[in-house]
Every structure is written in structure tokens, then in C-alpha cells.
């Protein structure tokens, strides 16, 4: 077990180990999740800072309370009530945080590339909490964490991840991660949101959405990003609901013990119906749950833990 990397910027450049051991230390996590007293003293006395230029509740609320489970002190700071508003660039905001001693800064950002930036001249860690359309890397992590808890591996598994491909961080954090640990990677959606490009990565891409559930192991479903994208990628949300959205019919085709997946926030009858979202063989929820725990885990190694065996 390694780790020796000061921030967390993509799943891109971390190697199978690497990614391992943020999985390994995150199921010690969980493990500290489940007794009476949940926090351990691992970040005691750091400060963490959630810089959110970019709205997001469940992802600022799970490093939010990952950080308070490791018994750090935890400051929110949002663009809406920030100098940001009032035209301070984002090079300014991130260094007058750090005068405050920060050792630890989250940022989400619509800028593709914004957590790159500020590693380059921060003291500070950085960890990506999303980037435009770039990366996703926790929300890779606690998808492959589900992925690996439930089906006792990675390799060789045949995921597929259908939706919008081309505006996903959360895809382009996914596909790198599975492919990373010996994954089969299937991609699926419109022409428009899924181009053939994707293949220069290793991947298989149809437009076929019954040839790409039919066999998966995993069905991994992705939001229509509306905030990214220009509004001639597809029709109609009706259109991609009929052509593209998991319903009972096309969920008989695939395999009995097929996991269903997505990062939330769902769409209730547009990418998923409704009841299939909440049946037992969606892991939505434990995603969730795992996204905590593999938290803790990033928060805990790029503050200078080793691996598993430390965590207390």
C-alpha cells in the first residue's frame, strides 16, 4: 500500500495501486462509520475548506461531514456570498484562504481544469470535487468502492454507463478508474452525447441501449447535464426517455444479478423510472453511504496517512 501524493486532482494519473489504496483505506472508513462513536482524531487541528464555485449539495454535505468525522475544523464557503461576486479572481480567493491557514481546500468549479490551477501555486492540498467537464475523482472512487464491495472485484467485470457521455466528469472519472482496475467499459446514449472518440480511450461505444444492458454486469446511469450543454444535442427529454431511459421492459433483458447505478441527482422518469430507482438491485443509496467513507479515506491520505492500517 502507497500513498504519497499531496492532492487529489483526477483519476487520470493515479496508477491501479494508487487507487486500491484509497478503496482499501476507505473500507477501514466504513468500518469507523458503523460504531457508536463515529469520529476518529486523524485531522485534528487541519482546516478544511469547501470552496463550492459551483453548486452542489450532496457532494459539499459528504466532504462536509468527512471532514468532521476526522475531527477537523470545516469552513463552507460559497460563490453566491462570496468576493467572487464582487470580482476577485479565483487565484486571490484561494490565497487569502490560505492566509487563514488553510491545509486542506475542496474545490468544485465549472472551469475545466480549476483544481490544476490552484495546485500550482497553493501550499495548501487541493482535492477535486468536480471540474466542468473534466473529472469527477471521488465520484469514481465511490463507484468502483460499490462496485468492488458488492461484486468482490473489478477486473473482468462488463460495465456499462449510459447517458451523457460527452458533458459527464463523472464518466470520464469512471471510465479511467474501471479500465484502470481490468473493467470492460461500454458506453450508450445519442450520437450527439456519446461520439465515437471515446473509443481512443479503450472504450466499446453503441447507441444500441439494449445490445450495451444486455450483458452488463453494471448498468451505471448518467444525469442529462442541461448546464453544460448547448440544447440541440437531443430533441426532447421524451424522446431520450423512449429511446434511452431504463423501464421495466428494457431492465427483463439484462442480466438477474445486474447492478443499477447512478451518481444523483436522479431524474425520476427520464433516465430511470421510478420504481426501478428504488428496487433491490439499485445501490444508489449505497453509493452514497460508500461516497462518505471514501472521503474520509482522500481526506486522510493527502494529509500524509499511509494506507489502512492507520486508520484507528
Not at 473500507?27 to 469520529?39: M, N, S, T, Y
Not at 470552496?51 to 457532494?59: D, H, Y
Request: hydrophobic fraction near 40%; proline fraction near 4%.
Amino acid at each position: 500500500m502507497s500513498w504519497n501524493r499531496k492532492h487529489l486532482l483526477d483519476i487520470e494519473s493515479l496508477s491501479p495501486e494508487e487507487i486500491n489504496t484509497v478503496l482499501d483505506t476507505a473500507r477501514a472508513f466504513k468500518a469507523v462509520g458503523e460504531r457508536a462513536i463515529k469520529k476518529v482524531p486523524a485531522l485534528r487541528g487541519k482546516t478544511v475548506i469547501n470552496l463550492f464555485i459551483e453548486p452542489s449539495t450532496r457532494t459539499r454535505i459528504s466532504f462536509e461531514l468527512a471532514a468532521q468525522r476526522l475531527t477537523a475544523d470545516i469552513i463552507n464557503f460559497t460563490a453566491e456570498a462570496s468576493s467572487l461576486k464582487k470580482g476577485e479572481t479565483l487565484k486571490d480567493t484561494a490565497r487569502n484562504l490560505e492566509a487563514l491557514n488553510a491545509d486542506i481546500i475542496i474545490i468544485r468549479h465549472s472551469a475545466t481544469g480549476a483544481a490544476h490551477f490552484l495546485s500550482r501555486f497553493l501550499n495548501a492540498s487541493v482535492i477535486n470535487a468536480g471540474d466542468g467537464a473534466h473529472e469527477h475523482p471521488t465520484q469514481a472512487l465511490l463507484d468502483t468502492y460499490t462496485i468492488r464491495e458488492r461484486k468482490g472485484k473489478i477486473a473482468g467485470l462488463k460495465v456499462t454507463i449510459l447517458g451523457d457521455i460527452l458533458y459527464s466528469r463523472v464518466a470520464r472519472s469512471n471510465i479511467w478508474a474501471l479500465l484502470k482496475l481490468g473493467a470492460h467499459v461500454t458506453l450508450c446514449g445519442p450520437s450527439t452525447l456519446v461520439p465515437k472518440v471515446f473509443e481512443k480511450m479503450g472504450c466499446r461505444v453503441t447507441h444500441n441501449v439494449e445490445e450495451a444492458i444486455a450483458d452488463a454486469d453494471i448498468i451505471n446511469l448518467l444525469r442529462i447535464q442541461h448546464e453544460r450543454q448547448r440544447k440541440s444535442m437531443f430533441p426532447s427529454l421524451g424522446e431520450y426517455t423512449s429511446l434511452f431511459g431504463l423501464n421495466k421492459k428494457r431492465l427483463a433483458i439484462t442480466k438477474p444479478d445486474a447492478l443499477i447505478m447512478h451518481p444523483g441527482p436522479i431524474n425520476r422518469g427520464v433516465e430511470i423510472d421510478s420504481e426501478i430507482a428504488d428496487c433491490g438491485r439499485s445501490v444508489i443509496l449505497e453509493q452514497v453511504t460508500n461516497g462518505l467513507a471514501v472521503r474520509m479515506a482522500v481526506l486522510f491520505l493527502i494529509n500524509g496517512g499511509k494506507g489502512p492500517q492507520e486508520v484507528g
